[in-house]
T-cell receptor, first 113, second 114 residues
Framework: EAGVTQSPTHLIKTRGQQATLRCSPISGHTSVYWYQQALGLGLQFLLWYDEGEERNRGNFPPRFSGRQFPNYSSELNVNALELEDSALYLCASSFPLIAYEQYFGPGTRLTVT | GNSVTQMEGPVTLSEEAFLTINCTYT??????LFWYVQYPGEGLQLLLK?????DKGSNKGFEATYRKETTSFHLEKGSVQVSDSAVYFCALSAPRSGNTPLVFGKGTRLSVIA
């Protein structure tokens, strides 16, 4: 069975541009989570989607946004990129009633120059 | 609020050494506790879990016991291998966790040398 997939693997953007990251959850999972893993800072929770709705978001500015599609895949958009947005962005999915057991994708490495 | 504190790394061990990575937590209610592992270039994988006090989670030779009295969930392995080199994250899930069902520690990098 396929795991969580993310694309692209690497993304290089310049400051001020927009980045779009994509995630496909495991089949049957309806909840999707986004995390930012910046160097030395562990995982910072970004967004949580369930059944197409945004359940909650972490302490990030509004230029971080996303959506979940009817097939439960998800997109993370980062507008007006700043240098400190350079990080590994991890997507995870889960069954809605087992939200603590999350399955992670390999991540998208975003570099802002 | 809910939080997880892990020992800072990096931790460097020789092959076959004993491993302990300390993890303590603060939570309201009765949390479930987890260890996730991130191998180089990969996402996180659930390593083991414990859902109530005195439970012991185990997997791949790793163990952790949920100690309510000391609010701890230390990860141990009796004999590490080079292939165990990774970053280990302690996490909790508690009722009314707020933003997210999982709260992670900052991670501990383990390097095992032959």
């Amino acid at each position: 069975e396929a795991g969580v997939t993310q694309s692209p693997t690497h993304l290089i953007k310049t400051r001020g541009q927009q980045a779009t990251l994509r995630c496909s959850p495991i089949s049957g999972h309806t909840s999707v989570y986004w995390y930012q893993q910046a160097l030395g800072l562990g995982l910072q929770f970004l967004l949580w989607y369930d059944e197409g709705e945004e359940r909650n978001r972490g302490n990030f500015p509004p230029r971080f946004s996303g959506r979940q599609f009817p097939n439960y895949s998800s997109e993370l958009n980062v507008n007006a990129l700043e240098l400190e947005d350079s990080a590994l962005y991890l997507c995870a999915s889960s069954f809605p009633l087992i939200a603590y057991e999350q399955y992670f994708g390999p991540g998208t490495r975003l570099t802002v120059t | 609020g809910n939080s997880v504190t892990q020992m800072e790394g990096p931790v460097t061990l020789s092959e076959e050494a004993f491993l302990t990575i300390n993890c303590t937590y603060t939570a309201t209610g009765y949390p479930s506790l987890f260890w996730y592992v991130q191998y180089p270039g990969e996402g996180l994988q659930l390593l083991l879990k414990a859902t109530k006090a005195d439970d012991k989670g185990s997997n791949k030779g790793f163990e952790a016991t949920y100690r309510k009295e000391t609010t701890s969930f230390h990860l141990e392995k009796g004999s590490v291998q080079v292939s165990d080199s990774a970053v280990y994250f302690c996490a909790l899930s508690a009722p009314r966790s707020g933003n997210t069902p999982l709260v992670f520690g900052k991670g501990t990098r383990l390097s095992v040398i032959a």
